[in-house]
C-alpha cells in the first residue's frame, strides 16, 4: 500500500514542523468520530500555503483532500492515503457595511453570530449550521429559510491549475447541494456576503427560534454528520425513512437516530464500515418500499480498512 510519507520534507518547509502531522487519525477531525489516519495531514495558517501545498501535490502527483470542520464527512476505516489540508486556520471575519467578508475556516455559527452583532440580516438561517464557510459555500448548504446561494456575492477560489481567482455569485453556479466548486474540485479561500441591515433584536428573535427547532428535533447528543441523505425531489429522506419503518434500526455502532430519521448517528463505538452499511441498507429498503433513490449528502472519502 502505498503512502506519501516522503512528502513530509517539503511540506514542512512550506508550513511549519508544528502544523503537519503524520498518520493522523481523521476520527479526530470528524463530527462521526470515525476514519483511519491520513498520510499526512497539514494546517495552513494563509492562502499563500493553500496554493503552494497545492502545487507541490500536483507537482508530485499525490491526492489531496480539502476539509474544515469535518460537520459533513465521513473517513473510511482505512484512512486516507495523500494529503488532507484542513483550513480551520484560515477564520478571520470582517464587516464592511452590508458586507461580511468571511475566511473559508470559520464556522457558519460565528458569521452568523457577527452578522447579529452588527444588526445585519440574512444569514440567521446558517446559525445552526455546524460547518465552515468553504463546506457551506461548495455544497450551497441551506436550513430551514434559506440557502448560501441567497446571501453569497463572491468568493476567492483556488481553481485547478493553482490559480487564485475570485468567482461571482452566477460563475459559482450553486444549486441543491451542488456548485462549480464540487464540480471541478477548486477550494474555497473565502467568500463575501451581502446582508441587509436589521434590527437585531428581530434578528436575535429568528435566530434563537432556529436554534431551539435544531435543538428540539436533531439528535445532537450523538455524533454524526448531520443530515445524512439529500432531499429527493418530491420528497422528503427522513419521513421515506421512517415510513420504511427503519426508525432506529441499528447496524454495529450505526443507528438511524430514532429523534429524526434522516440522520444517521454514531452510538459510540461505530466505525466508517458500520455507518456505510446503514447507509446502504436504508438505501436499498427505501428503494424496495417507495422505488425512490437516497444519495447521501455526507462527503465520504479514504480507504477500506484492509483485513
Given at each position: 500500500?502505498?503512502?506519501?510519507?516522503?512528502?513530509?520534507?517539503?511540506?514542512?518547509?512550506?508550513?511549519?514542523?508544528?502544523?503537519?502531522?503524520?498518520?493522523?487519525?481523521?476520527?479526530?477531525?470528524?463530527?462521526?468520530k470515525?476514519?483511519?489516519p491520513?498520510?499526512i495531514?497539514?494546517?495552513?495558517?494563509?492562502?499563500?500555503?493553500?496554493?503552494?501545498?497545492?502545487k507541490?501535490c500536483?507537482?508530485?502527483?499525490?491526492?489531496?483532500f480539502?476539509?474544515?470542520?469535518?460537520?459533513?464527512?465521513?473517513?473510511?476505516?482505512g484512512?486516507i492515503?495523500?494529503?488532507?489540508?484542513?483550513?480551520?486556520?484560515?477564520?478571520?471575519?470582517?464587516?464592511?457595511?452590508?458586507?461580511?467578508?468571511a475566511?473559508?475556516?470559520?464556522?457558519?455559527?460565528?458569521?452568523?453570530?457577527?452578522?447579529?452583532?452588527?444588526?445585519?440580516?440574512?444569514?440567521?438561517?446558517?446559525?445552526?449550521?455546524?460547518?465552515?464557510?468553504?463546506?457551506?459555500?461548495a455544497?450551497?448548504a441551506?436550513?430551514?429559510?434559506?440557502?448560501?446561494?441567497?446571501?453569497i456575492?463572491?468568493?476567492?477560489?483556488i481553481?485547478?491549475?493553482?490559480?487564485?481567482?475570485?468567482?461571482?455569485?452566477?460563475?459559482?453556479?450553486l444549486?441543491y447541494?451542488?456548485?462549480?466548486?464540487?464540480?471541478?474540485g477548486?477550494?474555497?479561500?473565502?467568500?463575501?456576503?451581502?446582508?441587509?441591515?436589521g434590527n437585531?433584536n428581530?434578528?436575535?428573535?429568528?435566530?434563537?427560534d432556529?436554534?431551539?427547532?435544531?435543538?428540539?428535533?436533531?439528535?445532537?447528543?450523538?455524533?454524526?454528520?448531520?443530515?445524512?441523505?439529500?432531499?429527493?425531489?418530491?420528497?422528503?429522506?427522513?419521513?421515506?425513512?421512517e415510513?420504511?419503518?427503519?426508525?432506529?434500526?441499528?447496524?454495529?455502532?450505526?443507528q438511524?437516530?430514532?429523534?429524526?430519521?434522516g440522520?444517521?448517528i454514531?452510538?459510540?463505538?461505530?466505525?466508517?464500515k458500520d455507518?456505510?452499511?446503514?447507509?446502504?441498507?436504508?438505501?436499498?429498503?427505501?428503494?424496495?418500499k417507495f422505488?425512490?433513490?437516497?444519495?447521501?449528502e455526507?462527503?465520504?472519502?479514504g480507504?477500506?480498512?484492509?483485513?
Open positions: 500500500m502505498k503512502n506519501y510519507l516522503y512528502l513530509l520534507g517539503e511540506i514542512k518547509e512550506i508550513v511549519g514542523e508544528s502544523n503537519v502531522l503524520a498518520d493522523e487519525p481523521m476520527k479526530n477531525h470528524t463530527s462521526f470515525v476514519g483511519g491520513a498520510d495531514f497539514v494546517i495552513p495558517k494563509d492562502y499563500q500555503e493553500v496554493q503552494q501545498l497545492v507541490v500536483k507537482d508530485q502527483n499525490v491526492p489531496y480539502i476539509i474544515g470542520n469535518g460537520s459533513n464527512l465521513l473517513v473510511k476505516d484512512g492515503r495523500g494529503v488532507v489540508i484542513k483550513l480551520t486556520a484560515l477564520n478571520k471575519i470582517e464587516v464592511q457595511g452590508n458586507k461580511i467578508i475566511q473559508s475556516g470559520a464556522l457558519l455559527s460565528d458569521v452568523s453570530t457577527c452578522a447579529l452583532d452588527h444588526s445585519l440580516t440574512g444569514f440567521e438561517f446558517a446559525c445552526g449550521i455546524p460547518g465552515c464557510v468553504g463546506g457551506a459555500v455544497m450551497n441551506g436550513a430551514y429559510i434559506s440557502e448560501m446561494k441567497n446571501v456575492e463572491n468568493a476567492l477560489v481553481d485547478n491549475d493553482a490559480n487564485i481567482r475570485r468567482l461571482d455569485l452566477q460563475e459559482l453556479e444549486s447541494r451542488n456548485s462549480i466548486i464540487l464540480k471541478q477548486f477550494i474555497v479561500l473565502e467568500a463575501v456576503f451581502n446582508l441587509k441591515p437585531y428581530d434578528i436575535k428573535t429568528l435566530i434563537d432556529l436554534q431551539k427547532r435544531r435543538t428540539d428535533k436533531q439528535p445532537l447528543d450523538y455524533p454524526s454528520a448531520g443530515s445524512t441523505f439529500k432531499r429527493p425531489e418530491g420528497y422528503f429522506a427522513g419521513k421515506l425513512i415510513d420504511s419503518n427503519l426508525k432506529g434500526v441499528s447496524i454495529g455502532g450505526a438511524v437516530s430514532n429523534k429524526h430519521s440522520f444517521i454514531n452510538t459510540g463505538n461505530a466505525t466508517a455507518i456505510l452499511s446503514l447507509i446502504a441498507y436504508v438505501q436499498k429498503t427505501v428503494f424496495e422505488g425512490v433513490e437516497l444519495h447521501t455526507v462527503r465520504i472519502m480507504e477500506e480498512l484492509n483485513n
